[in-house]
């Protein structure tokens, strides 16, 4: 079983719905979650971080985890086209961070 | 602020030859690593460096892979023999403590 599971997509949806990205994780060791956003042929680029359970909210994007159930997500209000890319969740721990696979997300205009 | 900064961008080797990567961190950061990124996959920690310190290599196939962080601040990754399936993007990411910062990558391929 990987350590961070992530719905590799590819998921179409039209400029301006609400999108909804979803990691589960199995390492209780996991202290802190992120998101990443990576375009073709870039590096990843870190979107959201976040601690603890709850929402974390950054202009259009909330991250939210629940440690009880081993799950985190990230949702996208008003999608808009730049916003296609690879969504990346991963754990981190003190010693490592945990990449899932993946989820390719296009917004159609 | 500089970012990552990541050389070469790309390059092409035949297979059994070396190559060499390199990555200058952002000034200050303190953990280093280095990721092997399979298209359509997620990246894969290869190496991690807390100064000039390994903190885990468990990943890293030693018999052809070798990194190095002189002075903990610039890191070389190097493969020798490479073999086809090598064929990856390679980033090097730093961070100061807890999320990491990412340079643009080396797509390598070997042909």
């Known amino acids: 079983q990987k350590e961070v599971e992530q719905d590799p997509g590819p998921l179409s949806v039209p400029e301006g719905a609400i999108v909804s990205l979803n990691c589960t994780y199995s390492n209780s060791a996991f202290q802190y979650f992120m998101w990443y956003r990576q375009y073709s042929r870039k590096g990843p680029e870190l979107l959201m971080y976040?601690?603890?359970?709850g929402n974390k909210e950054d202009g259009r994007f909330t991250a939210q985890v629940d440690k009880s159930s081993k799950y985190i997500s990230l949702f996208i209000r008003d999608s808009q086209p730049s916003d296609s890319a690879t969504y990346l969740c991963?754990?981190?721990?003190?010693?490592?961070?945990?990449f899932g696979s993946g989820t390719q997300l296009t917004v159609l205009p | 602020e500089a970012g990552v900064a990541q050389s070469p961008r790309y390059k092409i080797i035949e297979k059994r030859q070396s190559v060499a990567f390199w990555c200058n961190p952002i000034?200050?950061?303190?953990?280093l690593y280095w990721y092997q990124q399979i298209l359509g996959q997620g990246p894969k920690l290869l190496i991690q460096?807390?100064?000039?310190?390994?903190?885990?290599d468990s990943q890293l196939p030693k018999d052809r892979f070798s990194a190095e962080r002189l002075k903990g601040v610039d890191s070389t990754l190097k493969i020798q023999p490479a073999k086809l399936e090598d064929s990856a993007v390679y980033l090097c990411?730093?961070?100061?403590?807890?999320?990491?910062?990412f340079g643009q990558g080396t797509r390598l391929t070997v042909v």
């Open positions: 990411a730093s961070s100061p403590g807890g999320g990491a910062f």
């Open positions: 991963v754990g981190g721990s003190a010693r490592q961070l945990t």
């Open positions: 976040t601690y603890s359970s």
């Open positions: 460096f807390q100064n000039n310190g390994v903190v885990d």
């Open positions: 000034s200050g950061h303190a953990t």
